[in-house]
């Protein structure tokens, strides 16, 4: 394996309207960021991904860019954009900035100038096609609910969206798009950032004719996506941008893959030629969900074997040939500690095994704001509290289309919205924790008088602590990069363990992941000789024999053994 800087790093995930408001607005902005870098710095995180900051109307919260090259009125300026970058520079913080490029927003000039006739010179930069007996082109969903083309009353053709109708699919067939995009990449690589996480990337390339999705039944998802995802030219897109825009810089890249699989990411992430260095692959984040139920992409209640059972086919396919990502949280996700832990009783213990478990798998982890602290999943009354389009789509689905009573929409809609991730960062025990001076753009979950940074950061106990002490730990510790994996004990439904090995160095992670008190045994063929504690979210008694423990509630425990 090549040892890279990327594979070494942790990475910290920003959405910067959510982290902190400099100015009183309710909107977080860059020169809020600058204000954290000490922060930033004190956790010891090596690289921050910064969700969108570009010039956009906000249909989805920037993943919707009317101008690549410009920032968003409300974040600040470009000038505040490089004191972030020169701030994060000298702390020796590296910087990712988000590319949306599957999509723009409809406010685009390219789009502006597209929908204007036919025969526009920007036509081709995006998808159109004519009505098919009065409806749509094909019977292809968006992500956001609904069909995914729009009628364009203008032109009488329909455009694809696969995202809101107002982010309209950018035609990667068209040479003239390419390039475009892989300008506006080496413009912000020769401004100094350290590379991109790549939104939805494998999705650009879609399969020509456009044909339609295979209907199942009525109720059944289908959303078009063997047409689209991982589409015939995405390898061959891919490689032509690391060429054009990525080869001359010394980058961090991590592509977004819905529905990757294991042989894709591969052939993505190949050690020797492949195009990124790593991707965001979500079979882990559909444990709880059955996508192919349309009438309520159901919740439901995971099971530790199935996350075993995936983590370890993504562990062992990329071993030695790409390199994974680790995440159980981002911008899109419920809390994690809400939703794979305990956010009541045990959420400090449960936060830091989560945090155990990213930090010891292979490959590298990814930190969303306020995971650190143990933010958890906020409950909202009424529908008119949330923000975000898809939240506020599928309770219009939920109770319009399909007649669910409101209050168990509602509730649907609590579990899996992504504003449960979007609530203002908790900052300290004053007002709107800190956040803001303001009137927050979305309302701070009720319990930051007690979970928040302030506090966390002066109790040595604190998952604040313990995740700074994780990160220490991967930086002296080549076996937690390098190592290889290896579960253990695979039929055990309470408890996670696994090995990692790196020549004749062998580090044993136990994790409960139950309320219970589950006991341990340690098979006799892995060899212990006075074992080292490295972490543990207990206080251990040296004298314990490891062959044989009795766990406490979400006890994690990671020895090296020797
Ligand atoms: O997300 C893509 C994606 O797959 C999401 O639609 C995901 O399925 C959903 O959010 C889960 O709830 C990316 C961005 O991360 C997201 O914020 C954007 O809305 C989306 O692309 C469109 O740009
Ligand atoms: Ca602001």
Known sequence: MKQQWWKESVVYQIYPRSFNDSNGDGIGDLRGIIQKLDYLKELG????WLSPVYKSPNDDMGYDISDYQEIMDEFGTLH???????GMHERGI???MDLVVNHTSDEHPWFIEAHKTKDNSHRDYYIWRPGKEGREPNNWLSFFGGSAWEYDQVTGEYYLHLFSKKQPDLNWENPAVRSEVFALMRWWLDKGVDGFRMDVINLISKVPGLPDA???SPDRYQWGGQYFVHGPRLLEFLQEMKREALEPYDTITVGEAAAVTTEQAVELTDEENGPLNMVFQFEHMSLDRDLDDRTARAVKRWKLLDLKQVMTRWEKALEGRGWNSLYLSNHDQPRQVSRFGDDGRYRVESAKLLGTFLHLLQGTPYIYQGEELGMTNVAFDSVEEYRDIAARNRYRELVEERGMQPGEALQLVNVGSRDNARTPMQWDDSDNAGFTSGTPWIKVNPNY???????????PQSIFHYYQQLIQLRKAN???????????LPEDEEIYAFTRTLDDDRLLVILNFTTGTPVFRLSE???VNSPELLISNYSVDAAEDLRQLTLKPFEARVYRLH
Do not use: F
Request: aromatic letters at 4%; hydrophobic letters at 50%.
């Open 45 to 48: 995180i090596d690289v921050v």
């Open 80 to 86: 505040d954009w490089e004191e972030l970058l020169a």
């Open 94 to 96: 590296k910087l990712m």
């Open 214 to 216: 295979q209907v199942r």
């Open 449 to 459: 008088r007690e979970i928040n940074a302030k506090q966390a950061v002066a109790d």
């Open 478 to 488: 080549p076996v937690m990069v390098e190592g290889r994996y290896d579960l253990i």
């Open 525 to 527: 063929e892995i060899t």
